[in-house]
């Protein structure tokens, strides 16, 4: 079974090649199915890995390694793959979701008016996949940062796919520049982590844990330097799972091509910092204040991205500050030591969001590249499929009881509600970071339901708004073919049922397994639950998903009272006499200009007057110049008398320094 | 046969070899510079073989003899150097010939 793993990650690098080598020559169709079958063909693969892991002794690990790639003195690092229920678990969304987005691009992708070359896309995403398999294979930090990069950069060239127009293309650099912040962080916390462990470094997972438990006086518990280890991985994680304070670059990232959003933007890639922190467990809870940050800030980002979705008519930015929001309730219940419950959510996440986000693409396919919700509505009855599906990935999103959002969600949400707080020390005793997360998250998920439901029915219901019958396209929105229904019906089911693979507690009365996915995963992080020690009170959980029940219920119901019973004359009643929050809200709390004003414009003022015009021209250009005119001067002057042309001064010049060499021979 | 010695040769190699760098340095004649080369490498080839009977080995006279070889050669390619100097440039005197000023 290990020597599944290199095949899993080889297949779809070699797809990617093979696409690239013979995409220009065959049909776009071709080039489709290819990365599509690549892609099946490693889901297929990795179910089996998982199943094999499900069905062996609990704390199996398997790894191989292909070869040593870096050898210093003591130090080696590995090209080696290794597979654990966690991340075996990854494998399985990213080909899973991964293969049934490939095959709904090929659908997607078929507009005959696009200039650009589809085979490219394909690449890029078989490419991504390969990459993002990297990350959450390999079984070292350097080869997790080699795919933490590698993800990186597909999503920048996806995003700038149609790089032709310079919006998207400078969406994606922001995309990048963004990121590359977080990877900084990360390769800092990486070296850090390497110098703290002095004799015993090691990069590997599986060694670093053991280092970390056996020589406990390398890693002194809640010490400053394992804190700051830890919010330097966590930089990284903001980077890259778009928290607060580096979230800006995601809702631009819908620039690209909708299967991506769904695939990289809402799917795999950015959970992959939820990964990281999963996989670095055991330093994580060394550091009480740490995790007081990471649970505060994904409590923050959950709550605060929320309340812009709220406002935007772009259904793909609403889907997009969703993302951030749902990323930052994964990254609150890791930052409170819920690894499980934190997977748990990625999961669900990764079914109804990759759903949302393709039955959005079905819309905008259909519509021919519309995407503001003002010109849609009514949908529902030109759409079956799509709207069908889109709604249960709607009743999931919100927390509807039976299908898996709610139960991740609200698993979260109880979870931060009785944490004992000692874990997560910020500020002293008296600060109860658990709830002040859960209140964030409460909130959060109000304002979920809020803005789902307002994307919900202002597309699906009231009459249709776009087409103004001068425009033989816009008249009559038709179903999309079968290649995109389909894979929005699998995820439908998923979505659907996902909730069943960690029932809560108190559920245990159906004759079903109840938290299966934590007996599961439970090897992987049982030392680290160990000294956490939860003692948790289930009797709270099913109280507390009532409390969010009912809530979320007034919040769908002021939902439909504005947009259905009472929705006016115009598309959206809230923007009719805007309030000053909606102002706010509407332009993203302005934070994009706050980074414009305090930190890009101080940069290029700092970069154009004084770097650029100070240190470049005048200290580098000036020293520079300085010595070539003084070269040019001296033989102006000078020179000439030396140079004069005329063989006998220079025989002078040859015998006199003979003579000079003669003597100094002679006397030394 | 009694020897004289080291020292003279060298003292009479070492004069002629001073002619001959004051000639190249001061004479503006072109043939007469390249003679007073001739009289240098002569001056060597002197003190060559003064070396070589002082020390009793032939290395000396067949540096002497190689000398003379390349001094025959020299002295072709460079009269052909002056005569074609002379027939383009009409001239002959040293201080004339300064087109590499700089």
Request: charged share 10%; aromatic share 12%.
């Amino acid at each position: 079974m290990e020597s599944l793993l290199p095949v899993i990650v080889a297949l779809p690098l070699v797809g990617s090649i093979v696409i690239a080598l013979i995409g220009r020559r065959v049909s776009r169709e071709v080039s489709g199915w290819i990365g599509t079958g690549a892609m099946f063909l490693a889901a297929f693969l990795s179910i089996r890995v998982l199943l094999d892991l499900v069905a062996s002794a609990a704390g199996t690990v398997t790894s191989t390694t292909l070869y040593t790639w870096i050898e210093v003195g003591d130090f080696t690092a590995d090209i080696g793959f290794a597979a654990d229920p966690l991340s075996a678990g990854f494998m399985c969304i990213i080909t899973g979701v991964g293969s049934l987005i490939h095959m709904y691009s090929i659908g997607y992708m078929s507009d005959e008016s696009d200039r650009q070359s589809v085979w490219r896309f394909f690449s890029y995403l078989n490419l991504f996949v390969f990459a993002m398999l990297l990350l959450v294979m390999g079984d070292n930090l350097l080869l997790m940062f080699v795919g933490w990069e590698g993800v990186g950069l597909c999503s920048y060239l996806l995003i700038g796919f149609w790089y032709e127009n310079a919006e998207f293309a400078s969406a994606g650099k922001k995309a990048f520049v963004t990121n590359r912040v977080g990877d900084f962080c990360f390769i800092l916390g990486a070296f850090w982590l390497f110098w703290m462990l002095g004799d015993h470094a090691t990069l590997n997972f599986q060694q670093l844990e053991v280092v970390v438990h056996a020589y406990p006086m390398l890693v002194p518990a809640g010490g400053v330097a394992i804190t700051s280890v830890c919010l330097l991985f966590f930089g990284g994680v903001t980077g890259k799972s778009a928290q607060m304070p580096l979230y800006v670059w995601l809702p631009d990232a819908m620039a690209g091509p909708t299967p991506v959003s769904a695939l990289i933007h809402a799917a795999t890639m950015v959970t992959a910092g939820v990964y990281l922190i999963c996989r670095l467990h055991f330093l994580f809870v060394l550091s009480p204040i740490a995790m007081g940050i990471v649970a505060l800030v994904g409590g923050f980002t959950a709550f605060f991205a929320a309340t812009i979705a709220v406002t935007q008519w772009d259904i793909k930015k609403v889907l997009a500050y969703s993302t951030v929001s749902q990323l930052g309730y994964m990254v609150m219940a890791v930052g409170l030591g819920h690894y499980v419950a934190g997977f748990f959510h990625v999961m669900t996440h990764a079914f109804f969001k990759a759903l949302l986000f393709l039955g959005a693409g079905s819309i905008i396919h259909a519509l021919h590249h519309e995407q503001d919700m003002r010109n849609m509505g009514g949908l529902r009855k030109y759409m079956p499929v799509t709207f069908w599906t889109m709604t249960i990935a709607y009743l999931a999103i919100i927390g509807v009881p039976g299908l898996s959002g709610f139960f991740s969600k609200d698993e979260i949400l109880w979870l931060a509600y009785s944490t004992p707080p000692e874990h997560v020390a910020l500020l002293g005793e008296g600060f109860r970071i658990q709830r002040i997360a859960y209140g964030l998250g409460f909130a959060g998920a109000v304002l979920t339901a809020f803005y789902m439901s307002r994307l919900y029915f202002m597309t699906f219901f009231g009459e249709y708004r776009g087409g103004h019958g001068d425009d033989e396209h816009h008249a009559e929105p038709h179903e999309s073919p079968w290649l995109i229904t389909v894979p929005l019906v699998v995820l439908a089911v998923l979505s659907l049922f996902g909730g069943l693979f960690n029932l809560p507690h108190y559920m245990h009365g159906l004759g079903l397994p109840t938290e299966w996915l934590h007996h599961f995963l439970h090897p992987v992080f049982h030392h680290s639950m160990d000294a956490l020690a939860f003692d948790l009170d289930t009797g709270k959980e099913f109280p507390v998903a009532a409390v969010t029940l009912v809530a979320i219920g007034a919040s769908v119901y002021a939902a439909y009272r504005i947009y259905i019973k009472d929705p006016g004359d115009a598309p959206d009643p809230l923007a009719v006499e805007p309030s000053r929050t909606w102002e706010l809200s509407h332009g993203k709390w302005f934070v994009d200009e706050l980074y414009e004003t305090f930190i890009l414009r101080p940069i290029h003022f700092v970069s154009r007057q004084g770097l650029w015009a100070v240190v470049d021209v005048v200290l580098i250009d000036g020293t520079v110049n300085l010595v070539g005119r003084t070269a040019q001067g001296l033989g102006r002057h000078y020179g000439r008398l030396v140079q004069s042309g005329q063989i006998q001064t220079y025989a002078l010049a040859i015998a006199g320094g003979s003579v000079v060499i003669l003597y100094w021979l002679s006397v030394g | 046969m009694e020897s004289i010695g080291l020292y003279p040769v060298l003292a009479v190699s070492g004069v002629l070899f001073m002619l001959g760098v004051t000639g190249v340095l001061t004479r503006r004649n072109l043939l007469i510079v390249f003679m007073s080369v001739e009289l240098m490498l002569n001056a060597v080839n002197l003190a060559f073989v003064g070396f070589s009977r002082h020390s009793g080995l032939v290395d000396g006279h067949v540096i002497a003899i190689l000398v003379m070889a390349v001094a025959a050669a020299e002295a072709a390619v460079g009269l052909a150097l002056v005569i074609l100097l002379y027939r383009n440039r009409l001239a002959v005197q040293m201080d004339e010939l300064d087109t590499l000023k700089g």
